[in-house]
C-alpha cells in the first residue's frame, strides 16, 4: 500500500475530528478503526453532551460559560491537577466547538426542547453520540478519507524523536476469511486516536488488582491499549495514575461491555443503600447534585464483591429517575432479602433502625444514624418495597501519553515525537488526571483531534 500523509488510528470523536481537520488542510488520510463497522465510534457513541467556552446566552445553551468559570471548574474538579497551558488552549478553543460540529454535519439539540436538562455550560447532541459518529463518518467519506474497519494498528516503531513506521493488522474477510493481513506502512505523520485501556481486563487486573472482576465496563470493548503500553514500553512518557478509574453506577445486570449511559442508578437520595451483608456504609443523601452517581460508583468499588443495593419503597420508586431495567419487587423486605441473597436479618435491622431513626427526627434532616443521612430523606414503608442490583461501571482510566501544546507525544525526557500525535482519551489525563466535568472528554477529544490533525498535516507537507 502506498503510505498515507497521515495515518489517524482510531475512529471516535477524536480520530473522526483528526481526519476531517487533517483532510481539509490538504492533507492524504487514511483512518483505521479497529471495530468492524457496525461497532465503530467507541465510547464517543455513548456520549450526549459537550462542554464549551461562550459569552452569551443561545439556542443551546442558557448564559454564559466565560473562560475563568470554566478554568475554575476544572481547577476544582481535577484538584489543581490539569496542565496549565494545554487547559487554556482547551478552554480557548471550546468555543468554535459547536460552530465546527454544525459545520460537519452534526445536529445539536436546541435548549429546552425534549428531557435533557437545561445547562449554561453543556449542550446536547441531537440523537446522541451515535448520531454525531454516523454524521462525522459521512463527512470524513464526503471529503475524500479511506476509512478501514476492522484495521488494527499495533506496534509504532521509533527512531530517536520520529516514527518510522506502523504495523496494521486487517482482518480480511473477502478474499481470507479468517485470517489477518499484516503490514508496516510509514505515513509523514500519524494522530493516535485510539482511546484508553479499559476494555483490556489483563491491564485492568495488573494496575487494579482482582476487585476489577467486580467492575462493568460500561463503554467499548475496543479500549484495549496495546498501542498506549507498547509506547510507554518505548519511552513514551505517561500521565495520570493506571490504577485510577472513572466509575459510575451501573445496574449489576447491565451487559459486561458497552451497556451505554441508560445502565446507569441515581435514585440514592430516595432510599437507602446497603451492601450484601445488609450494611449502610454511606451517607445517601450528602450528594444530590448530577454527578453522584460516580461517587457511588467509586463507594462502589470497595463495597465486598463490588456490589450493593438501593432499597426504595413504593413513594421513593415512583419519584426515582427512569431506571433500564425494572427493580426486584417484594411486599415486605424479607422478600428482597430473598430475591438479593442480602442475609435477611441484618438488612431488616438495618431497614428498622433507618425507619426509627426517620421517625424520632420530625424535620427529617440528619437524623442521628452511623453513618449519618444528610439531606431530605423519609420513612421508607410503603409497599411493595423495590431494589436494584448495582455496580462499579467503568468509564475510562485516568492514564495515557503526555502531548505538548501541539498535541505531539512526548518521550521521557520531555522532548516531543515531531510526526507523532495524540487526541481524546489517550492524552486526556493531561487535563483531566483525576475528577470530571459532564461534557469534558468529548471537548477534549474534539479540540485536541482539531489540533492533532491541523498539525500532523501541516508536518505531512512539510
Ligand atoms: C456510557 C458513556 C457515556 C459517556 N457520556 C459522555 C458525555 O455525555 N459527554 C462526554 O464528554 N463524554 C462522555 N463519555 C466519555 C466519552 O464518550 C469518551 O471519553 C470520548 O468519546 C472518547 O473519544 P475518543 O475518540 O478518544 O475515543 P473513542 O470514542 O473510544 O474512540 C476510539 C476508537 O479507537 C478504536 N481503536 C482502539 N484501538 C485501536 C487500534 N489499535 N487500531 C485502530 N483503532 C483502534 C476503537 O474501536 C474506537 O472506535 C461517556 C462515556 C461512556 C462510556
Same mark, same amino acid.
Given at each position: 500500500?502506498?503510505?498515507?500523509?497521515?495515518?489517524?488510528?482510531?475512529?471516535?470523536?477524536?480520530?473522526?475530528?483528526?481526519?476531517?481537520?487533517?483532510?481539509?488542510?490538504?492533507?492524504?488520510?487514511?483512518?483505521?478503526?479497529?471495530?468492524?463497522?457496525?461497532?465503530?465510534?467507541?465510547?464517543?457513541?455513548?456520549?450526549?453532551?459537550?462542554?464549551?467556552?461562550?459569552?452569551?446566552?443561545?439556542?443551546?445553551?442558557?448564559?454564559?460559560?466565560?473562560?475563568?468559570?470554566?478554568?475554575?471548574?476544572?481547577?476544582?474538579?481535577?484538584?489543581?491537577?490539569?496542565?496549565?497551558?494545554?487547559?487554556?488552549?482547551?478552554?480557548?478553543?471550546?468555543?468554535?466547538?459547536?460552530?465546527?460540529?454544525?459545520?460537519?454535519?452534526?445536529?445539536?439539540?436546541?435548549?429546552?426542547?425534549?428531557?435533557?436538562?437545561?445547562?449554561?455550560?453543556?449542550?446536547?447532541?441531537?440523537?446522541?453520540?451515535?448520531?454525531?459518529?454516523?454524521?462525522?463518518?459521512?463527512?470524513?467519506?464526503?471529503?475524500?478519507?479511506?476509512?478501514?474497519?476492522?484495521?488494527?494498528?499495533?506496534?509504532?516503531?521509533?527512531?530517536?524523536?520520529?516514527?518510522?513506521?506502523?504495523?496494521?493488522?486487517?482482518?480480511?474477510?473477502?478474499?481470507?476469511?479468517?485470517?489477518?493481513?499484516?503490514?508496516?506502512?510509514?505515513?509523514?505523520?500519524?494522530?493516535?486516536?485510539?482511546?484508553?485501556?479499559?476494555?483490556?481486563?489483563?491491564?485492568?487486573?495488573?494496575?487494579?488488582?482482582?476487585?476489577? +472482576?467486580?467492575?462493568?465496563?460500561?463503554?467499548?470493548?475496543?479500549?484495549?491499549?496495546?498501542?498506549?503500553?507498547?509506547?510507554?514500553?518505548?519511552?513514551?512518557?505517561?500521565?495520570?495514575?493506571?490504577?485510577?478509574?472513572?466509575?459510575?453506577?451501573?445496574?449489576?445486570?447491565?451487559?459486561?461491555?458497552?451497556?451505554?449511559?441508560?445502565?446507569?442508578?441515581?435514585?440514592?437520595?430516595?432510599?437507602?443503600?446497603?451492601?450484601?451483608?445488609?450494611?449502610?456504609?454511606?451517607? +445517601?443523601?450528602?450528594?444530590?447534585?448530577?454527578?453522584?452517581?460516580?461517587?457511588?460508583?467509586?463507594?462502589?468499588?470497595?463495597?465486598?464483591?463490588?456490589?450493593?443495593?438501593?432499597?426504595?419503597?413504593?413513594?421513593?420508586?415512583?419519584?426515582?429517575?427512569?431506571?433500564?431495567?425494572?427493580?426486584?419487587?417484594?411486599?415486605?423486605?424479607?422478600?428482597?432479602?430473598?430475591?438479593?441473597?442480602?442475609?435477611?436479618?441484618?438488612?431488616?435491622?438495618?431497614?428498622?433502625?433507618?425507619?426509627?431513626?426517620?421517625?424520632?427526627?420530625?424535620?427529617?434532616?440528619?437524623?442521628?444514624?452511623?453513618?449519618?443521612?444528610?439531606?431530605?430523606?423519609?420513612?421508607?414503608?410503603?409497599?411493595?418495597?423495590?431494589?436494584?442490583?448495582?455496580?462499579?461501571?467503568?468509564?475510562?482510566?485516568?492514564?495515557?501519553?503526555?502531548?505538548?501544546?501541539?498535541?505531539?507525544?512526548?518521550?521521557?525526557?520531555?522532548?516531543?515525537?515531531?510526526?507523532?500525535?495524540?487526541?481524546?482519551?489517550?492524552?486526556?489525563?493531561?487535563?483531566?488526571?483525576?475528577?470530571?466535568?459532564?461534557?469534558?472528554?468529548?471537548?477534549?477529544?474534539?479540540?485536541?483531534?482539531?489540533?492533532?490533525?491541523?498539525?500532523?498535516?501541516?508536518?505531512?507537507?512539510?
Amino acid at each position: 500500500m502506498k503510505a498515507p500523509g497521515v495515518l489517524v488510528v482510531g475512529g471516535g470523536i477524536a480520530g473522526l475530528c483528526a481526519a476531517i481537520s487533517a483532510r481539509r488542510a490538504g492533507a492524504r488520510v487514511l483512518l483505521v478503526e479497529s471495530a468492524p463497522r457496525w461497532r465503530r465510534g467507541g465510547n464517543s457513541r455513548h456520549a450526549r453532551n459537550f462542554r464549551f467556552c461562550h459569552d452569551r446566552p443561545s439556542a443551546l445553551v442558557a448564559g454564559s460559560y466565560p473562560a475563568d468559570v470554566f478554568a475554575d471548574d476544572l481547577a476544582r474538579a481535577t484538584a489543581g491537577g490539569a496542565d496549565a497551558a494545554l487547559s487554556r488552549l482547551l478552554i480557548e478553543r471550546s468555543r468554535a466547538a459547536p460552530q465546527w460540529l454544525r459545520d460537519a454535519g452534526v445536529a445539536l439539540q436546541a435548549l429546552g426542547r425534549g428531557r435533557l436538562p437545561v445547562s449554561s455550560k453543556t449542550a446536547f447532541l441531537l440523537g446522541g453520540g451515535q448520531a454525531m459518529v454516523n454524521a462525522l463518518y459521512a463527512c470524513a467519506e464526503g471529503l475524500g478519507v479511506e476509512i478501514r474497519y476492522g484495521c488494527a494498528a499495533g506496534q509504532a516503531r521509533l527512531s530517536g524523536n520520529r516514527l518510522v513506521g506502523i504495523d496494521l493488522r486487517s482482518a480480511c474477510q473477502a478474499t481470507h476469511p479468517g485470517q489477518q493481513l499484516a503490514e508496516t506502512v510509514a505515513p509523514d505523520a500519524v494522530v493516535l486516536a485510539c482511546g484508553g485501556a479499559q476494555g483490556n481486563a489483563h491491564w485492568l487486573r495488573q494496575h487494579c488488582g482482582e476487585r476489577v +472482576e467486580g467492575f462493568i465496563n460500561r463503554g467499548t470493548p475496543d479500549a484495549r491499549g496495546d498501542i498506549l503500553i507498547e509506547l510507554l514500553a518505548a519511552g513514551a512518557q505517561a500521565v495520570g495514575d493506571p490504577g485510577r478509574l472513572y466509575l459510575v453506577a451501573v445496574d449489576a445486570r447491565s451487559p459486561a461491555e458497552d451497556g451505554g449511559i441508560v445502565t446507569r442508578i441515581r435514585g440514592m437520595p430516595l432510599g437507602l443503600v446497603v451492601d450484601r451483608e445488609g450494611r449502610r456504609r454511606h451517607d +445517601e443523601g450528602a450528594d444530590q447534585g448530577s454527578t453522584r452517581y460516580a461517587l457511588w460508583g467509586q463507594r462502589l468499588a470497595d463495597y465486598p464483591g463490588q456490589i450493593g443495593y438501593l432499597l426504595l419503597d413504593a413513594k421513593g420508586l415512583n419519584a426515582a429517575p427512569a431506571a433500564l431495567y425494572p427493580p426486584l419487587i417484594a411486599p415486605d423486605v424479607q422478600g428482597l432479602a430473598r430475591q438479593t441473597g442480602i442475609n435477611a436479618d441484618a438488612l431488616e435491622s438495618t431497614w428498622l433502625a433507618y425507619n426509627a431513626a426517620m421517625r424520632a427526627c420530625p424535620s427529617l434532616h440528619s437524623p442521628p444514624l452511623d453513618p449519618p443521612r444528610t439531606g431530605p430523606a423519609a420513612v421508607l414503608e410503603t409497599p411493595p418495597f423495590a431494589a436494584y442490583p448495582m455496580r462499579p461501571g467503568l468509564t475510562f482510566s485516568y492514564h495515557g501519553l503526555a502531548v505538548d501544546a501541539r498535541a505531539r507525544v512526548r518521550l521521557a525526557s520531555g522532548e516531543p515525537i515531531g510526526n507523532l500525535f495524540a487526541a481524546g482519551t489517550l492524552m486526556a489525563p493531561n487535563l483531566c488526571p483525576q475528577g470530571y466535568l459532564s461534557g469534558l472528554m468529548l471537548t477534549i477529544g474534539l479540540v485536541f483531534g482539531c489540533l492533532a490533525g491541523e498539525e500532523a498535516a501541516h508536518v505531512a507537507r512539510a
